[in-house]
């Protein structure tokens, strides 16, 4: 015991790997990745689903109702029609005086939705604390009986369960009481005149559970439920969390005088999601069961775990995966021996029929030995690599298995985070590449569930305030090939005679894909020309070149293709990508913006900085210097925009990388601005660029005006200055040092210009000189 605690407290500080960021993020409502949102204002808690098994209609579990939506189209959700299910009068008083908020709590959360036969659906709410089943008539659209239904759903409303009807009989795994503290698994409905059955409750079996989930092994006639509870194997002082599988047998009809009426098949193991030389991720947030391939043996069944940490002092969460083979094995194995308050592992010997199906007729010194050892020897440990993201919170998980361009099969996991961000990820290597993420809600939300519909592309989410379907891809959102290949979406590739980046449904179309890695440059030759944009400015004023990234990973630079004049150019590389220019007779020409990514350029974006010749086009440019919008400008300029890698224009000048500058402009500008460098859109939480309407433009433009205005300031008063100190100079002749402190000597005055900041002088910071 003492070895598997110091195991578990091994390096509390464990090493962070530095996961990449999502590859691609889209805010709410985001025009490239539109959702289809359906919510009713009178019904809030969407959050229990079910799809019909023609995947016609969805079946949503909510506070006071069960709503069945028209989701026969992809890009629709309808109400066909709400069965409104509240609690009576007398349940509503009963709850009001015991809860700490009625208006919340003595509500009927509908927990558990499931389908009897091909006209009946089973609910179970929490009827304020009360809980009741029923029959819902899917044709009639009416309730048809109702009753008490303890033991089948929680009174409480926020309480996570399980609960599946196999054969028109309900297996539930929840608590029984007000207060939420009797754990039980349980058949109801039992078929054949065999007895309901539930947990042994001379002993306690369970401790605290969170129920998560629960999956059927058709081939072992075996349920496994997942949750976490508190191991007493570990402690019985310590509140350590284990996440566990139990498993009971469908068939189980208890022993005939020891365990009467209670399951002679429960057992349970720990699952262990520890990556190397860190803790163990200890709490089951959400367990998915993947089907195997078709033709593979079901004992290839994945699970797909999503775990947080007990210890974890800030959002943290871990990817694991089970195989049913290995949970078969383990409770195949040894068990351990609850003796005297404590577990000793026993030899096997003689009690193979541990975890075994069909005891009802063993010996009743065969039963007591079931009912004691029910926690195995050996821990369910995972396939494949511990995938570990520091910076998220995950608290759903869904997975689909898809055959990729390359004719290999992929499983895609959707996770869901706290914060509303559903994370597509993919696992390659060692790591779960991120490829996209989609913010579905805004606000943290109390109750919320994923379901997939792998034949509609679609991924449900329910939250508290309704329901979201998701598409699984929206590959034209990738507009070049190289995006479409940078992606390395398996549900997505480049078809090249379409020239679109499409999805995979059976086109028949060859399509071009990158999976495992980039390998050179698939998209050659170059699919389009980008042409010149052009910018009309006049001298001194300041120039806002535009440059958006068209990937998290991305990296840009700017390229100033007229070398003959770049000595006395000022540059100020925005941090969202944009480059600051005074005009000068030095900087006009043509810029390119080039993104980079896994070894892939690509210019996103070219300028043409041209002179003004009338009033007119400055004023023009003063108002939108380079967002060309309707009234873009293309010139004749056909300078193919893709440039290799390999041969950059040799006069090509890439704006360098000086920290200093850098340093000193941060010091006085807070962090608006860098220069001179690209530095990557900082990504607190990692929404970024993808919806125009979430933006803040006047904020960062604000900011940029502000600098741009004080810096052209300070230039003026430094001219005002210099000709009231020559002026001055003259007239005290004699005085031949009249130089500012501030101003530089001869030497460099040709080939830099100074700006001298006022606004820095408050702040007691340097004098600001900026080199290029
Ligand atoms: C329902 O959705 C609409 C827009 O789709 C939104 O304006 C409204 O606030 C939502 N209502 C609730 C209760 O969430
Ligand atoms: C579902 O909606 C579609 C149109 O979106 C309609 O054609 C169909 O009849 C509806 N089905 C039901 C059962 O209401
Ligand atoms: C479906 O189940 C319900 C509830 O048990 C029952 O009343 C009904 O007769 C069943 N229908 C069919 C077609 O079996
Ligand atoms: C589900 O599909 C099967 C056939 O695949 C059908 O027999 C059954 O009636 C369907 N159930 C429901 C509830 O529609
Ligand atoms: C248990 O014994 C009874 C009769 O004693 C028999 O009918 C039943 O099939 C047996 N059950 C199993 C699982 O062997
Ligand atoms: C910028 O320069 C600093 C120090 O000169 C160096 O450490 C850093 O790697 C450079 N960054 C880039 C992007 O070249
Ligand atoms: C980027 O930042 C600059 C200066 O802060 C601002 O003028 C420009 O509008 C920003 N561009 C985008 C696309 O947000």
Not at 347 to 355: D, E, K, S, T, V
Not at 576 to 603: P, W
Not at 703 to 722: D, G, K, P, T
Request: charged content about 20%; proline content about 6%.
């Amino acid at each position: 015991m003492a070895s598997s605690l110091a195991l578990l407290f091994l390096s509390l500080l464990g090493s962070t790997c530095a996961l990449l960021p999502p590859r691609i993020s889209f805010l709410l409502n985001s025009p490239e990745r539109p959702l289809v949102h359906f919510n009713l204002t009178d019904v809030s808690n969407t959050a229990t689903l079910l799809l019909s098994n023609d995947s016609s209609t969805l079946y949503v579990g909510a506070s006071n109702a069960i709503l069945l939506l028209n989701v026969s189209q992809s890009d629709v959700i309808s109400l066909r029609h709400k069965v409104t299910w509240s609690p009576s009068k007398v349940d509503r008083g009963d709850c009001a005086y015991k809860v700490q908020d009625p208006k919340v709590d003595c509500q009927n959360f509908v927990h558990v939705v499931q389908r009897v036969n091909s006209t009946h659906l089973y609910v179970c709410g929490s009827n304020a604390y009360n809980p009741q089943q029923a029959f819902i008539d899917v044709e009639r659209l009416s309730v048809v009986q109702q009753d008490e239904a303890r033991g089948r759903c929680p009174f409480s409303p926020f309480e996570r369960s399980s609960a599946v009807m196999i054969d028109q009989e309900l297996f539930a795994a929840t608590t029984t009481d007000f207060k939420g503290k009797n754990p039980q698994i349980s058949r109801f409905l039992s078929k054949d005149g065999r007895p309901d059955i539930s947990l042994d409750s001379s002993i306690s079996l369970l401790e605290d559970p969170r129920f998560v989930s629960v999956s059927v092994d058709p081939v072992g006639q075996k349920l496994y439920f997942f949750f976490s509870e508190i191991g007493k194997e570990f402690s019985f002082v310590d509140q350590i969390q284990i996440p566990r599988v139990a498993q009971v047998c469908k068939d189980d009809i208890g022993g005939q005088r020891i365990l009467q009426k209670k399951w002679t098949s429960f057992a349970k193991s720990a699952l262990l999601c520890q990556p190397p030389e860190q803790p163990p991720f200890n709490i089951l947030e959400d367990m998915f069961t993947l089907q195997p391939p078709e033709g593979a043996d079901a004992s290839e069944t994945l699970f797909y775990g999503v775990f947080t940490s007990q210890w974890s002092r800030r959002p943290e969460s871990a990817v694991c995966t089970f195989r049913l083979k290995d949970i078969r094995d383990v409770f195949a194995g040894t068990f351990k021996t609850l003796e005297k308050g404590t577990y000793q592992l026993k030899p096997p010997a003689g009690r193979q029929y541990l975890g075994q199906c069909g005891l009802s007729n063993s010996s009743d010194s065969e039963l007591s030995e079931a009912k004691m050892n029910y926690l195995t020897g050996r821990n369910v440990k995972p396939v494949g690599p511990v995938f570990v993201f520091p910076e998220q919170k995950y608290s759903r998980v869904v997975v689909m298995k898809t055959t990729a361009a390359n004719s290999q099969q992929y499983d895609v996991l959707f996770l869901l985070t706290e914060s509303g961000f559903l994370h597509k990820a993919v696992p390659s290597d060692q790591d779960l590449r991120v490829v996209e993420e989609i913010q579905v809600f805004r606000e943290p939300q109390r109750v919320k569930s994923m379901i997939l519909s792998s034949s509609k592309g679609l991924v449900y989410v329910g939250t508290s305030e309704g329901v979201t379907a998701v598409p699984v891809a929206q590959c034209p959102s990738y507009r070049s090939c190289r995006q479409c290949i940078l992606a390395r979406d398996p549900l997505c590739g480049w078809s090249p005679t379409r020239r679109t980046c499409t999805g995979l449904d059976g086109a028949g179309d060859s399509v071009v894909q990158s999976l495992d890695s980039i390998k050179g440059d698939e998209c050659q030759p170059a699919e389009r020309i980008l042409q010149h944009q052009d910018v009309f400015v006049q001298l001194n004023e300041v120039v806002t070149l535009q440059c958006v990234k068209p990937s998290n990973l991305a990296t840009l630079r700017w390229s100033f293709a007229d070398a003959a004049v770049q000595s006395d150019r000022l540059f100020i590389q925005a941090a969202n990508g944009s480059l600051c220019f005074l005009a000068s007779a030095g900087t006009f020409g043509i810029y390119r913006c080039q993104a980079e990514e896994d070894g892939l350029m690509e210019v996103v974006a070219s300028y043409n900085v041209r002179q003004a010749s009338s009033p007119r086009h400055l004023s023009k440019v003063n108002r939108d210097p380079v967002t060309p919008g309707p009234e873009k400008r293309s010139v004749e300029t056909e300078d193919p925009a893709v440039i290799p890698v390999s041969d950059a224009p040799e006069d090509e000048t890439f704006i360098t990388n000086d920290s200093d500058a850098e340093e000193r402009v941060t010091q006085a500008k807070g962090d608006a601005f860098s220069v001179q460098e690209i530095v990557p859109t900082s990504r607190k939480d990692s929404r970024s660029m993808k919806n125009p309407a979430e933006e803040a433009p006047t904020q960062r433009s604000y900011h940029s005006e502000l600098v741009v205005v004080s810096l052209l300031l300070a230039a003026c008063v430094l001219i005002l200055v210099l000709g009231a100190v020559r002026i001055w100079g003259r007239r005290s002749a004699g005085s031949g040092s009249d130089r500012l402190p501030s101003a530089d000597d001869g030497t460099k005055t040709n080939t830099s210009m100074e700006i001298h900041s006022l606004s820095a002088a408050e702040d007691a910071g340097p004098d600001q000189t900026i080199i290029p």
